[in-house]
């Protein structure tokens, strides 16, 4: 029986695993226990974010690394084959495909996805970004793309055309040209799966507004959290179309305060990988939009600790008040990585989810 996809499930705010699937997962450390995304440890994860009935698992679509002493997210698994094995693993929990619009073709694409989504029994979803990365592209012999996001459009209608339609397409357009086109099997989700995109600047967050279900961006500082939700349900509204807003953070959560802090300070100060952090913070601040501009100056810890994301660090309770905060600004759900997800997703499962449950955030 297919149901509706999680992310459409009753849960005021919901919650995902972001990063399972790379070296590293958003921490770009030296301590002994950071992940190393192996696949037994993907299988561990995902099924202990399953059980406890998190939405989603997020994975970041990575071809090169980032250096340092760790190679950092060199090592990281394919998306659409990741999602389809963890399918199979999985009861309830969704599962994301990221995908690099200039890299993936559509028709590709649309088969690739429609495969997960009968494998999961309605549970695909995919992440739609265009990549900042030019080493990345370079491997592919491929340029960045100006006006990403206008090739980001061609590549979603041609996708939803090519599901809705029983003849062949033909299509002209300023990037992909098909000629007698066709997909089946369609997703089993209509008109296709669960979309979202990353996006930080304007043009991604108008792709967003007019052909995404939902939008992933970050917040620097808790107190400016409401205005990126404001400004994304504004060009919504100038679409007639209604946007979730989601965010991502990077969670250390421990009996005490001053365990947690200590710890933070551990892997993301004192045992950063350095040079794999300056590399990632210049190559994100030259090439993508996805922070606001002064977090490159101020919080090179939350770069080492989880990739500029903001950061929940604290006791169980601490951190379920931080994330009843976001929700009050209007995002309904937040991705969360940590240095060692089977370690420690557990713990913050049996502890933070039972304090949202009883201040009536989740069921």
């Keep these: 029986m297919i149901k509706a996809h999680p992310l ?80 199979m693993a999985t009861d309830q929990i969704g599962l994301f495909m990221t995908v690099h619009v200039p890299l993936v073709h559509p028709l590709y694409a649309a088969k690739a996805l429609a495969t997960v989504d009968h494998i999961s029994r309605g549970r695909a979803g995919l992440n739609i970004v265009c990549g900042w990365n030019p080493k990345e592209f370079g491997m592919f012999g491929t340029p960045l793309v100006e006006k990403g996001y206008d090739q980001a459009a061609e590549w979603i209608e041609i996708l939803e055309r090519l599901y809705a339609s029983d003849e062949p397409l033909d299509y002209e357009g300023t990037y992909y040209r098909l000629k007698e086109a066709v997909s089946r099997p369609a997703g089993l989700q209509l008109p296709r799966p669960v979309t979202m995109n990353a996006a930080f600047g304007g043009p991604g967050r108008d792709f967003a507004a007019a052909k995404c279900d939902y939008l992933f961006t970050t917040f620097s500082e808790m107190s400016d959290a409401g205005k990126h939700v404001a400004d994304i349900s504004e060009r919504a509204d100038k679409q007639g179309r209604d946007v979730g807003v989601y965010t991502v953070a990077h969670v250390v959560c421990r009996p005490t305060m001053e365990e947690a802090q200590a710890y933070y300070t551990r892997y993301a100060v004192d045992m950063a990988d350095h040079d794999a952090v300056d590399a990632h913070m210049a190559g994100k601040k030259e090439f993508s939009q996805s922070h606001d501009p002064h977090a490159y100056d101020r919080y090179r810890q939350r770069f080492a600790g989880g990739a500029g994301t903001y950061p929940l660090i604290g006791t169980p309770e601490t951190i379920a008040a931080d994330m009843i905060a976001i929700a009050g600004h209007g995002y309904q759900g937040i991705a969360l990585s940590f240095v060692n997800y089977t370690q420690e997703l557990a713990y913050f499962c049996e502890r933070v989810l039972p304090l949202l449950r009883q201040a009536g955030y989740r069921t």
């Design 8 to 87: 459409h499930g009753p849960n005021r705010l919901k919650l995902g695993v972001f990063s399972t699937n790379a070296d590293g997962g958003l921490a770009i450390t030296d301590v002994p226990e950071r992940w190393t995304a192996s696949w037994q440890d993907n299988l561990t994860a995902a099924r202990i974010a399953d059980r406890a009935g998190l939405e989603f698992m997020l994975p970041i679509a990575r071809w090169r690394g980032f250096g340092g002493r760790n190679k950092v997210r060199e090592w990281s698994f394919e998306t659409f084959t990741w999602a389809a094995a963890l399918s």
